[in-house]
């Protein structure tokens, strides 16, 4: 574990008011923050949640899509899916390196995972019975991904960015794939050309909650935003994503499923974008507390998964003590 000698993780930092005004000056600085140096035990908390939230999140997201491995239409089609699964699952093992070197246990956040204590991201609690959906969940699923952690590349918290650096450019094939995958299943026959529509109108709504609730209603962007940690608040890059993916809908043919949604040429201060309808957050609130349609299912799969492994685990800790003991 990396937490040993850590500063501050024993949470015994005095966060004095010249302890707090130097670390927010170097944080003003854009100086990176590093595992070793003494940090708020509340700036570290929250890394701890949020990474966490995100390593999971990587991890729960292989489900959906690793369903659709074994069906997918060709040989060509299945290679592309099983590399974008598999990237995900490294995600999220950078990810999870990426929290302890907060000081946080890889088994904790499991347990916190497998237990419902931490969340991992509302948008993987939705089925995927077609094919397209494997399509709409690269396009808008890694798209919204895309929008949210490029800014966090710039994070204050060195670990993680720099561990976003190559997130993003691999959710950026993902998206691609995803939208390449739609824009042919357009340009087939009636059917499939339903079968993406249907898809879309599916997974619009949830993609725009992925971005988190309303900034009235988020009680940590302002903290996080003082701190650097998020560049951008929730609705600002619920926005960008929505003004960047219209067009992109339109270019192939489908409606995005929002009779509100218009052009209005004074959003984003003049340069125009688009008014959207009502999100529905009750339906938000309701997944994000274990209600949604495959919450159970999900957790099922990722404890079958956990007490699966846990000979390997045992096997490596075996092997370790025995290399050990051969080396004294
Ligand atoms: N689902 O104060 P707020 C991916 C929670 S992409 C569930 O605004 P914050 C992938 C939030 O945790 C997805 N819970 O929080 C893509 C908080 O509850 P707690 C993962 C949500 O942290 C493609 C409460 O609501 N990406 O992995 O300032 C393929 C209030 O929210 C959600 C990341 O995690 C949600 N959608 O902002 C495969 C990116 N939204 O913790 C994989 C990093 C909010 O107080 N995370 N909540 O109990 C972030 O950027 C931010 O944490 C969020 C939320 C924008 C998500």
Not at 23 to 33: L, V
Not at 116 to 131: D, E, L, M, Q
Request: hydrophobic share 40%; net charge negative.
């Amino acid at each position: 574990m990396y937490s040993q000698g850590l500063i501050g993780a024993d949470t015994a930092t005095k966060e004095t008011a010249e302890f707090l005004a130097e670390f927010q000056a170097r944080i003003d600085a854009e100086e990176k923050i590093e595992p070793n140096d003494p940090m708020p035990q509340a700036y570290r908390n929250t890394l701890i949640r949020m990474i966490g939230q995100h390593a999971h999140s990587e991890i729960v997201g292989m489900l959906p899509e690793g369903n659709w491995i074994t069906r997918a239409p060709s040989l060509r089609r299945k290679v592309a899916l099983l590399a974008k699964v598999q990237d995900e699952g490294g995600h999220g093992l950078y990810l999870y390196s990426a929290a302890e070197t907060l000081g946080v246990s890889r088994e904790q956040m499991t347990e916190e995972l497998l237990s419902g204590k931490a969340k991992y991201s509302s948008i993987f609690n939705y089925p995927t019975p077609t094919w397209a959906d494997i399509g709409a969940i690269g396009w808008l699923v890694d798209g919204a991904a895309i929008m949210n952690q490029v800014p966090l590349c710039r994070c204050s918290y060195g670990p993680y960015a720099r561990a976003m650096i190559r997130v993003c450019k691999e959710e950026s094939f993902h998206q691609r794939q995803g939208y390449e995958l739609m824009k042919s299943l357009t340009e087939g026959n009636e059917d499939q050309k339903a079968m993406a529509q249907d898809a879309l109108n599916r997974w619009w709504w949830p993609s725009l909650m992925m971005f988190g609730p309303p900034d009235s209603d988020s009680q940590h962007s302002d903290q996080s935003m003082k701190w650097k940690i998020k560049r951008f608040s929730n609705d600002e890059l619920r926005q960008k994503f929505v003004d960047a993916t219209v067009p992109q809908a339109e270019l192939i043919g489908l409606t995005m499923p929002d009779p509100d949604l218009k052009w209005n040429n004074s959003l984003n201060n003049g340069a125009g974008g688009y008014d959207f309808g009502e999100i529905d957050w009750d339906e938000f609130w309701r997944v994000v507390k274990g209600h949604g349609m495959m919450n159970k299912d999900r957790i099922r799969a990722r404890k079958k998964a956990w007490e699966d492994g846990a000979w390997v685990r045992e096997a490596s800790l075996a092997y370790a003590a025995k290399q050990k003991a051969n080396a004294a």
